[in-house]
């Protein structure tokens, strides 16, 4: 449970990773509507930091670690529903002064990156809590 863990927060990485490419293309960092520099960035180094607690924990065994990831997933987790919250206000907002970068981020990769949250935080817990191992 702790290797899909591994697996499956290592995919969502790579589906962030995908959307930051494009926030960054289409001028988000200097944006002033939609999801801003400071809110991204602070989640993507929690979750890069949450990972980094995963994979010390896969190397030493040791429970706190496993449990300190998964309260920065968790806290990740509150920043992307927040992120997910503009982006779907942006997609249908017709108001805008400017387009947020973040309009052009394919469906399937937000959606697909989500759904990888969410089983990553799933199987965290699970391989933290010991159980089904």
Known sequence: MQWAALVAWLLTAFGGATMLAQWLRHGGASQREGIRAPRLLAHATLAIL???FWIAF?????????????GLLLLVGLIGATMF?????????????AVPAETSFPVPIVLGHGVLALATLTLAVLAAARIGT
């Open 85 to 97: 919250a503009s982006w779907i206000g942006g997609r249908n907002r017709r108001d805008h002064t």
């Open 58 to 70: 896969l190397v030493s065994d040791e429970s706190g670690l496993a449990w300190a990831a998964v």
């Open 50 to 52: 949450g990972l980094a």
